[in-house]
């Protein structure tokens, strides 16, 4: 079976090959981690991500409670009116993403970073979905996001935020003097704990760097492989031309010259005869050519 010929080039150059993947891993190396301190760290910035689930109740909505009692109405009174929280859970979170939200956390907890964020969305998946792709349900249920560079920052900021967040409103209905059986009530029911996102894996700009890196000397293997065989190519060629001169010139010199020249033993007489047969030959090729050139 015969090799074929783009293997027979990466055998020839199995040692540039080597010293290609000595490089690319160095560089490979380099992109991916940097020494800081004596200690290897990861250029990618990895990222994750913390929530913390808040259930939104009130005193007139038993989450327990089958059956809701009818209610004794006085003269002149309408009829009391139950706020649905599944809309005002939608409010809440635009409030939790707000500015003055992250400027209250950030004076508990330290200005954020800049990959750091804080969120809030209302959920609309079952407790294990993902809320990347929505659901079809409408829950009176918020949950806290914190996003930054270390699962603990994460935490932080997720749970400070709730807990920021459940006391301003107490705060505000005391404030306001809203009775405690028409207030909403914020409950903690789960604090999830900070895991990497999806997408910022420090392996990939490794791999793309050894790979591009080793493909260029593969490349470059293949070029000097090319470069090689035209140069003997060439090389091929111009011997073939000039073992063909010398052919030509000798024949050419040799025209005029007669077998007898290199015989020995001839006498004077036949020497003097020869070169006066060879003279009369000559001056009767010149005679020709000027009379064709004449005509």
């Known amino acids: 079976m015969e090799i074929p010929t783009y293997l027979r080039v990466l055998w020839r ?44 109740n009130g005193p007139d909505q038993p ?12 003269e002149g009174q309408t009829q009391p009116q139950t706020v649905d929280l599944t809309s005002r859970a939608i409010l809440y979170a635009y409030l939790i993403s707000g500015q003055d939200m992250r400027a209250t956390v950030e004076s508990q907890i330290g200005t954020f970073a800049e990959e750091e964020t804080l969120t809030a969305l209302r959920r609309t998946t079952q407790p294990a979905g993902d809320e ?110 000039d073992d063909d001169a010398p052919s030509s010139a000798k024949l050419d010199d040799d025209a005029d010259f007669s077998i007898d020249d290199l015989l020995p033993g001839q006498s004077s007489d036949s020497e003097a005869e020869a070169v006066r047969s060879r003279a009369r030959s000559r001056s009767s090729r010149v005679e020709s050519t000027t009379l064709r050139s004449d005509l």
Do not use: H, M
Not at 31 to 37: D, H, L, P, S, Y
Not at 67 to 73: A, F, K, S, T
Not at 155 to 169: D, G, L, N
């Open 132 to 241: 990347s792709f929505a659901g079809r349900y409408v829950l009176p249920i918020l949950e806290v996001i914190g996003t930054a560079s270390t699962p603990e920052r994460a935490e932080q900021i997720s749970r400070t935020a709730a807990q920021t967040f459940e006391a301003q409103v107490v705060s505000d209905q005391t404030a306001a003097e809203i009775p405690e059986g028409n207030r909403v009530l914020i409950t903690t029911i789960d604090q999830k704990p900070g895991a990497a996102l999806e997408g910022s894996n420090p392996a990939i700009p490794v791999v793309v760097t050894f790979l591009g890196v080793f493909l260029l000397f593969v490349a470059a293997a293949y070029i000097i492989a090319g470069s090689k065989a035209s140069r003997e190519r060439k090389r091929a060629a111009k011997a073939a031309r």
């Open 13 to 56: 150059s199995k040692w540039l090959l080597v010293v290609g993947a000595v490089v690319a891993a160095v560089a490979a190396f380099f992109a991916g981690f940097t020494i800081t301190n004596g200690q290897v760290e990861p250029r990618a910035e990895q990222s994750y991500r913390a929530g913390t689930t808040l259930l939104l």
């Open 63 to 74: 989450l327990y409670q089958a059956v809701i009692p009818g209610q004794e109405l006085q």
